[in-house]
């Protein structure tokens, strides 16, 4: 009888372990549910791809831009060797730069 009564005991304290596991695992499941929407997820996750989209088509508009303006810029800096080697004023310089800006307008 003693057996069944300490077998009975497990039982119960089996039972309510059980229990209490499953309703902890229900409880978090609400919490998750709650906390993550998957439609707002997938929301994010488009805007995520448009931006990166965005980014792909900027970067491509910009590395010709880039690399048009570093070839001014070592034309410039060439350009202003030679202009510094050659002994041209800075009066010239500044007549020749006064003129450029006139004929681009």
């Given at each position: 009888?003693?057996?069944?009564?300490?077998?009975?005991?497990q039982?119960?304290?089996?039972?309510?372990?059980?229990?209490?596991?499953?309703?902890?695992?229900e409880?978090?499941?609400?919490?998750?549910?709650?906390?993550?929407?998957?439609?707002?997820?997938?929301?994010?996750?488009?805007?995520?791809?448009?931006?990166?989209?965005?980014?792909?088509?900027?970067?491509?508009?910009?590395?010709?831009?880039l690399?048009e303006?570093q070839?001014?810029?070592?034309?410039?800096?060439?350009?202003?060797?030679?202009?510094?080697?050659?002994?041209?004023s800075?009066?010239?310089?500044?007549?020749?730069?006064?003129?450029?800006?006139?004929?681009?307008?």
């Open positions: 009888m003693l057996c069944v009564t300490v077998s009975h005991y039982n119960d304290k089996l039972d309510h372990l059980i229990t209490a596991i499953k309703n902890r695992y409880d978090v499941e609400k919490q998750l549910a709650s906390k993550y929407n998957i439609s707002e997820a997938l929301k994010l996750e488009e805007r995520i791809n448009q931006l990166e989209h965005r980014l792909a088509s900027h970067e491509t508009e910009v590395t010709p831009k690399s303006l070839d001014k810029i070592m034309t410039n800096t060439v350009l202003h060797s030679f202009v510094k080697e050659s002994g041209i800075d009066e010239d310089l500044i007549k020749c730069v006064v003129q450029e800006e006139i004929n681009k307008n």
